[in-house]
């Protein structure tokens, strides 16, 4: 099947597609005398695992390791399971800087009358020295 095809089977755009070859996330496509990329069922099965692993927000180095630890059959399931588990904590910090994010916003919005007042405390913040410093302090001490 030519790109589009495997684009469409796959869910992942042809630019993608390019782009991961180009890393070499995936091996280099077969190609057409006239130079065209031919992708193969397995191709394609290959393509939907990073496009699963992909929607789990795993990045690119951690999709490289996993594909590596999907095509080796005599890998230990434990040395999968520590990529997952780390991707886990990652996922965490992340969820708990966005919490801290959100929380200082709806305290700034929670102060702001939002009426014709030029004052705006939401203004007010942003402006402030320390505020995103501040919640980047929070997020990493707690």
């Known amino acids: 099947m030519n790109i589009g095809q495997a684009a469409k089977a796959s869910g992942i755009s042809g630019k993608m597609?390019?782009?991961?070859?180009?890393?070499?996330?995936?091996?280099?496509?077969?190609?057409?005398?006239?130079?065209?990329?031919?992708?193969?069922?397995?191709?394609?099965?290959?393509?939907?695992?990073?496009?699963?692993?992909?929607?789990l927000g795993f990045s690119v180095e951690q999709m490289g390791n996993l594909l590596a630890l999907w095509q080796d059959r005599h890998r230990a399931s434990a040395d999968v399971k520590a990529?997952?588990?780390?991707?886990?904590?990652?996922?965490?910090?992340?969820?708990?800087?966005?919490?801290?994010?959100?929380?200082?916003?709806?305290?700034?919005?929670?102060?702001?009358?939002?009426?014709?007042?030029?004052?705006?405390?939401i203004l007010s913040g942003l402006a402030a020295e320390g505020v995103a410093e501040s919640t980047e302090l929070e997020s990493e001490t707690s």
């Open 17 to 55: 597609i390019r782009y991961y070859e180009s890393i070499g996330l995936i091996a280099p496509a077969n190609r057409t005398e006239s130079g065209y990329r031919i992708f193969s069922e397995k191709d394609v099965h290959a393509l939907r695992f990073i496009s699963r692993a992909r929607g």
């Open 83 to 121: 990529v997952a588990q780390a991707h886990i904590e990652e996922l965490d910090l992340k969820i708990k800087k966005l919490q801290d994010m959100r929380q200082t916003l709806e305290h700034l919005v929670d102060h702001c009358h939002g009426d014709k007042r030029p004052d705006c405390p």
